[in-house]
């Protein structure tokens, strides 16, 4: 394993935004043969009960952006001061340019920061402190706005009872600074990308592209069941394709021992730290992860994925905000560990002393008056293809 300290950087605060729409389980009946008791099965075996699902028009950037306002708002930060925008989705708005350019231009932020995405998931968070850190330390930025969002709901086939029912909509923002005497910050990364294919999208991108071949879209756009009649196809509408016994396993066997490796570097036991926050994969696993980390119960939550589902990148700032919003007005002592693991295969761990944090909290989104709809943003490039001027 390998490790990185940082000195003289801090977290200073995280806001995090979801939608207003709540999906239940019980909404779903018809999934589940109008049976209530398979959906009290599945509630009480993974701590699933409800998510968040953006509506339609409602991107990661809209997201992430609403959660950067607040947290500037609260903070009094000037903006002008931020010299870093990192973004970290798999659901960007466009897939090119990258997210980070359109919440550069929606917070108005300066023509000197530098931006780009990161392409990540359940482990993102961990990922973008740590690229972050990397800046503040070394003196190339002294301000970096970091938001990782996601917004999964509009690329699942809702019949499929693996992945739809378990991911929710968010979009966080935290600021990262330099900041003279700060506590350290320890990070461990890992990667393992022979499990690629535990969770991938297949189709889309240059391995297996869209083709215009009638032919070849046939194939392309198939819908093949499994055994429990989940459909899936390679890149029709529901192409999230997920091996979650794999990457049970893959959590059990590795992240364990990568968070006690980490905190033994550290010179810490589990006693030494107030709380492990785990990614919120579904409750089921961050409890048994937790336990075989040597955390009791009730010190890693996990009622953060059972209101809000699993958020993937953004679970564990979402944790922060919805979990620990009163300790951090009260400036309790906040010593924590981050873990984040999941797709690529990948993980990461952060520890610190994260006292002082500003913790915006939770907030429901807030959509404008009029949004465009698809067919008005297809329009509106149709005529930007022709030449003519929207005025």
Same mark, same amino acid.
């Given at each position: #394993? ?202 889309? $991108? ?35 394709? #997920? ?8 959590? #059990? ?13 550290? $010179? ?124």
């Amino acid at each position: #394993m390998s490790f990185s300290e940082f000195a003289n950087v801090r977290l200073g605060a995280v806001a995090a935004v979801v939608p207003r729409e709540e999906v239940r389980l019980e909404d779903e009946l018809a999934y589940y043969n109008n049976d209530i008791r398979k959906v009290e099965r599945i509630r009480k075996m993974a701590g699933l009960d409800r998510r968040r699902i953006a509506p339609e028009g409602v991107t990661v950037s809209d997201l992430c952006v609403q959660a950067a306002e607040r947290l500037l708002a609260e903070t009094g930060t000037d903006r002008a001061g931020i010299d870093a925008l990192v973004c970290v989705t798999q659901a960007g708005d466009y897939p090119m340019p990258a997210s980070a350019f359109l919440q550069q231009k929606a917070l108005g932020l300066s023509t000197d920061c530098a931006v780009f995405d990161v392409n990540l998931g359940c482990s993102g968070y961990v990922y973008g402190l740590w690229l972050a850190a990397c800046m503040i330390a070394s003196g190339a930025r002294r301000r970096v706005l970091l938001t990782v969002g996601e917004a999964y709901f509009r690329y699942l086939d809702p019949a499929n009872r693996i992945v739809a029912p378990i991911f929710g909509d968010a979009g966080t923002a935290s600021l990262l600074e330099y900041a003279e005497g700060a506590a350290p910050l320890s990070f461990s990364l890992g990667s393992d990308g022979s499990g690629f294919e535990a969770l991938v999208r297949p189709g889309g $991108g240059a391995s297996i592209p869209h083709l215009p071949d009638a032919r070849e879209s046939d194939a392309y756009l198939a819908v093949v069941r499994d055994a429990g009649g989940n459909p899936w196809s390679v890149g029709g509408f529901g192409n999230t394709w #997920m091996d979650g016994e794999a990457i049970f396993e893959f959590t #059990m066997s590795v992240v364990p021992e990568h968070i006690r490796a980490h905190l033994d570097h550290c $010179g810490l036991v589990p006693e030494d730290l107030d709380f492990l926050v785990l990614h919120q994969a579904n409750g089921q696993i961050v409890q048994n992860l937790a336990a075989a980390a040597g955390f009791p119960p009730g010190r890693a939550p996990w009622a953060t994925f059972a209101k809000y589902g699993n958020q993937a990148g953004a679970s564990i700032p979402c944790v922060i905000c919805d979990q620990f919003k009163e300790r951090c007005e009260a400036r309790q002592r906040l010593h924590l560990a981050l873990c984040g693991f999941g797709i690529g295969l990948s993980w990461g761990s952060c520890v610190g002393d994260f006292t002082g944090l500003h913790c915006c909290g939770i907030h429901d989104f807030t959509a404008p008056a009029s949004p465009a709809s698809r067919a008005e943003r297809i329009a509106y490039w149709h005529r930007k293809f022709a030449g003519e001027s929207d005025g």
